[in-house]
């Protein structure tokens, strides 16, 4: 029997319908107004969906903290206990009431920085990292703004209270909270209402949207005079996430407003489907023997979120014939489906049913009827 592999390359326009009940999706060919001065707006799947003076440089304020949190875990422990400077309760504005000397872990410092946006907690993190020189800490934080392709933003402090040269884009924003998120104790810490300090200090987090936008996943916002009010956020729904920032927006509630709309745009570009179906049969790969062919489905259902009106490429990689017996489950071939070139689903197929293999007599008479068959037609 021939163990050939036979290819099956398909489109598949039928897979950008959505599975869910809610209802259809629709296509937004445009974002909606943006009250901001630049904002910026991506797909996990890399996707630019919206972006206004994404380059242009513009004043980070607290989103800065991101950068803090990430250098800060990259050299110390979140058990280490820090001695906090007294260079660091000076540092004004938005606090966590720090005491000179007194001690606390990095966790707690870095849980104060993030949640209620504490300056003092970030000039504490920056001392004890940077062995008493902020500008130490702040030559790890450029390293790392490079390192990260972070080409609009350079940083002066570790705060983001407003400093000549301390600047970054939307865009830099977007991709500095994509990576910060994906640090886990980064993206629990920003997912958290309030902390609690030693002393009774029970301080709330700065982020509306978290406790009043359920699609938010964790966030960072910002302010000072120079910048407006700014935040970089991740949304996620029904499969889809999406990355934002908006910077420079005129007030709080306005900056809630913005960042809550182009993060909802973003969601609504995407949808769930079925890239691969447990129902369907995707080949028939013949057996010999006059038994039928098997046909060859899907080992499970997968889902996938996609962007709307992205159409699908399947491939289907099955035996063109397989030898007896086959049993129900066995694996014999591969589908995959792309969006463009990036991978989104890919399940084994299996055998749908048994075919078994023939005995000695159910040999010899295929064997029989095969030739009375050739026999039959020579002499017609």
């Known amino acids: 029997m021939s ?3 036979l290819a099956v390359v398909a489109l598949l326009t039928a897979l950008v319908v959505p599975v869910q009940a809610s209802g259809e999706a629709s296509i937004t060919s445009s974002p909606p107004p943006v009250a901001a001065a630049a904002w910026y707006l991506v797909g996990s799947d890399g996707a630019v969906l919206a972006e206004h003076a994404e380059r242009a440089e513009r004043a980070p304020a607290s989103i800065t903290k991101l950068m803090t949190a990430i250098v800060t875990l990259r050299h110390a ?3 280490d206990v820090v001695e906090v400077s007294p260079l660091a309760t000076r540092v004004g504005q938005s606090t966590a009431d720090l005491r000179p000397d007194e001690d606390l872990t990095v966790g707690q410092l870095l849980r104060a920085m993030l949640v209620p946006s504490a300056n003092d907690a970030a000039e504490a993190l920056a001392l004890y990292v940077g062995r008493g020189s902020q500008d130490r800490f702040v030559a790890l934080m450029n390293g790392e703004a490079r390192r990260l392709g972070l080409t609009d ?3 002066e402090n570790p705060h983001g209270l407003d400093q000549h040269g301390h600047v970054t884009s939307a865009r830099d924003a977007t991709r500095l909270v994509r990576y910060a998120l994906g640090i886990p104790v980064i993206r629990e810490a920003l997912q958290h209402t309030r902390v609690t300090l030693p002393g009774g200090r029970e301080l709330v987090t700065t982020d509306d949207l978290l406790r009043t ?4 996943v964790a966030g960072k916002t910002g302010h000072t005079r120079h910048a407006g009010w700014n935040e970089a956020a991740a949304a ?3 499969g889809a996430l999406v990355y934002g920032a908006v910077l420079g927006a005129r007030s709080r509630a306005a900056r809630n407003q913005a960042l809550q709309s182009l993060l909802s745009y973003g969601l609504s570009q995407y949808v769930r489907v079925v890239a691969i179906d447990g129902l369907r049969t995707y080949a028939r790969a013949t057996t010999g023997y006059g038994r039928g062919p098997v046909p060859l489905v899907a080992r499970r259902t997968r889902l996938t979120t996609i962007r709307i009106g992205r159409p699908l490429v399947e491939r289907v990689v099955a035996p063109s014939s397989v030898a007896l017996p086959v049993r129900k489950g066995q694996s014999l071939g591969q589908v995959a489906v792309f ?4 991978l989104v689903a ?3 197929l299996v055998a ?4 078994s293999a023939p005995g000695l007599l159910g040999t010899a008479g295929w064997y029989v009827r095969r030739t009375a068959a050739n026999l039959w037609g020579i002499v017609s």
């Open 153 to 155: 933003t350079t940083f």
């Open 77 to 79: 422990r979140l058990s």
């Open 352 to 355: 749908g049913r048994d075919v």
């Open 339 to 342: 969006d463009g070139a990036r």
């Open 236 to 238: 996620s729904e029904d």
């Open 3 to 5: 163990r050939a592999l």
């Open 213 to 216: 936008w359920p699609p938010l």
């Open 346 to 348: 890919r399940e084994q």
